[in-house]
């Protein structure tokens, strides 16, 4: 059986699905009525109410081009059992370039210049997030996203830095990327030190070694070697790094390397987020889609590659339905992610701020009063 729909007004679709061949006493086997953005509020619903993840795991990887690699990042998924987050430094991906991975969205920074790297997020779907920012340069690159989990937040940056920036990048551009509070930084940033298992020091090593000791920031490395050797004249060394704030909301970072390099000469780098510090009351962002400029054809290709469906005999199959409905319009209708506002902004001032304030709404109501007169 394959899904037929009817696209109707706002966020409510009519998923129908229909017997192969259809049967004129009985065209549809079953249809189901669904409110896109309820889905979405649904799942945020689910993971607001529980706890907060004991773990989390993000995975940081140099793929040296993901065009030639989705299968081999396929398999590392399956391998690590569905890790919650997947960052990809010199993905080599055009704006055109399709990638598709089950169970996840992808948020990219394109290749948008020559020799630009390209960098891609990829986040499991049972989990919310906001971009927040992305730079494309000619030596440091990176992207952030605040990651919602259960009712903790955090900022993760992922990061790509070119060879020998010495005379190309100032300190204060790193400086300005690492002091951000409740952060993980992770990538390839290219740079040695000993401190975490080179054998010699350059520039970039020495800076951000420098950075971390002043901003009381932590290297997760364990001093395993992250780039394989390519020539004789090489030496393993360790240059992709997870780096963390001194307030980061998980009190514990396992952080390991992958043994197969998958293709790359680089190997993945795992760090798993243990506990959580910080519970938060702000709600993660709601998806809104736009259903008019929606991909219908494609909506509907992509539930038919699902493959055959069989009757809804059970709470998990539902559950697997209404994932693959939401996983084909996160592909097909275009969305984006609001934060809702609060209601009230709960500020402390201090005593001198107060009485400006004072005298600043005073000023406002005088000036009102000799207006209306």
């Not at 394109?110 to 779907?125: C, D, F, Y």
């Not at 350059?202 to 020539?231: V, Y």
Request: aromatic share 6%.
């Amino acid at each position: 059986m394959g899904p037929t729909f009817c696209p109707s007004r706002a966020v409510m679709l009519i998923v129908c699905f229909a017997r192969q061949p259809p049967s004129p006493l009985a065209p549809f086997s079953f249809c189901i009525i669904i409110n896109l953005e309820q889905l979405a509020r649904d799942d945020e619903e689910r993971i607001r109410v529980g706890d907060s993840k004991p773990t989390i795991q993000i995975v940081s990887w140099n793929a040296r081009s993901l065009r030639e690699k989705v299968a081999e990042l396929n398999a590392l998924i399956e391998r690590l059992q569905a890790p919650e987050i997947i960052c990809i430094q010199e993905s080599h991906l055009l704006k055109d370039s399709q990638l598709r991975v089950r169970n996840y969205v992808e948020h990219r920074q394109e290749v948008a210049q020559k020799n630009s790297p390209g960098l891609s997020i990829l986040i499991r779907e049972d989990l919310n997030y906001l971009p927040v920012r992305s730079i494309t340069g000619p030596f440091l690159n990176y992207q952030s996203v605040e990651v919602y989990v259960g009712r903790t937040k955090f900022l993760l940056t992922n990061s790509y830095l070119r060879n020998n920036p010495k005379h190309h990048l100032h300190e204060d551009e790193l400086r300005a990327k690492l002091e951000r509070p409740n952060h993980i930084l992770v990538g390839d940033l290219n740079a040695h030190s000993p401190a975490w298992g080179n054998g010699k020091s350059d520039w970039a090593g020495q800076t951000i070694e420098k950075l971390t000791l002043d901003l009381g920031h932590m290297i997760e490395n364990t001093g395993e070697p992250t780039r394989l050797a390519t020539t004789a004249n090489q030496k393993h060394t360790a240059i992709d790094l997870t780096i963390t704030s001194s307030d980061f909301t998980y009190p514990v970072v396992q952080w390991e390397v992958f043994e197969d390099s998958l293709g790359s000469d680089h190997l993945p780098c795992i760090s798993t987020l243990i506990g959580s510090n910080n519970k938060i009351e702000t709600h993660p962002p709601s998806l809104m889609f736009n259903t008019k400029k929606a991909n219908w054809a494609e909506f509907q290709k992509l539930l038919n590659d699902v493959g055959p469906t069989r009757a809804i005999c059970n709470h998990q199959h539902c559950e697997n339905v209404l994932r693959e409905i939401k996983s084909a319009a996160l592909e097909a209708i275009p969305h984006n992610q609001h934060q809702r506002k609060n209601k009230k902004n709960n500020i402390k001032y201090s005593l001198t701020t107060n009485k400006i304030l004072v005298g600043r709404n005073l000023s406002k109501r005088s000036k009102r009063k000799k207006n209306s007169t």
